[in-house]
């Protein structure tokens, strides 16, 4: 029988495992085939785990009036945080068509509030808008490390004073539970995910660390399912008084 601390290792393994190339890794993958079964996928797998997941934080967000939505898939966050705020204008940028046409439909008599982007965010430049309220659900999970890190510190100087940075991700706890279920089953959709889309990465980012060195402070935090799921607040690091 393992250790503890052999488990623990052992179950952070797929954080550490190399990603492909940077030439592979630079191919965007493409999500458009997955626009009308991503819904049903999500529901055969986690039934409605990855919706609690999402909404966790939805009350602590009446306050926000301009929403940064990056790769909010079929957009149905999107059509929830329309309804439960009536002042609310989002911007979603995603590298997938076929997503952002699901994500207005969603939106349906609130579309005017939504402005949607075609964009790769690794490469996207935000422009002219100052942000309170940034969302990534289950979407840092398609980038690495350095390109989360990057992504953060180009939306952080686009933030007003106390925004708020919502994610919501995968996790594989450091424990017998991660290292025999969290990280063959993570292992298990990148794969899929890869198939189908041609995501090039194959393990979880250190997304924590990489908003930490991008001056972001974790608030609050919840998990699901043993820790396998979790949902985040973040807030931008307040200015030291000078």
Request: hydrophobic letters at 50%; one cysteine or more.
């Amino acid at each position: 029988m393992p250790d503890a601390q052999a488990v623990a290792l052992a179950a952070s393994d797929i954080a550490a495992e190399p990603s492909p190339p940077a030439s592979d890794l630079s191919v965007c993958p493409n999500f458009d085939r997955l626009a009308v079964l991503y819904r049903w996928m999500e529901w055969i797998t986690f039934g409605p785990w990855l919706k609690w997941c999402r909404v966790a934080w939805l009350n602590q967000l009446a306050g926000c009036r301009h929403a940064l939505v990056l790769g909010d898939g079929d957009g149905r966050f999107t059509g929830r945080l329309l309804c439960a705020n009536p002042l609310v204008s989002i911007h979603a940028v995603d590298a997938s068509p076929a997503m952002l046409k699901a994500l207005a439909g969603r939106a349906g008599k609130n579309a005017a509030r939504v402005q949607t982007q075609v964009a790769d965010a690794r490469l996207w430049q935000p422009e002219g808008s100052a942000y309170d309220l940034v969302v990534t659900h289950f979407f840092l999970d398609c980038l690495t490390a350095d390109e989360v890190r990057s992504l953060a510190a180009r939306v952080r100087g686009m933030l007003e004073d106390g925004a708020l940075w919502v994610v919501s991700e995968f996790a594989v706890p450091p424990n017998r539970f991660g290292l025999w279920v969290a990280r063959p089953l993570v292992s298990a959709l990148y794969w899929v995910f890869g198939c189908l889309t041609g995501l090039r990465v194959r393990c979880l980012p250190d997304h924590a660390g990489a908003l930490r060195d991008a001056d972001f402070t974790l608030k609050q935090r919840r998990t699901w399912l043993g820790g396998l799921l979790t949902s985040e607040l973040w807030s931008p690091r307040a200015a030291e008084p000078s």
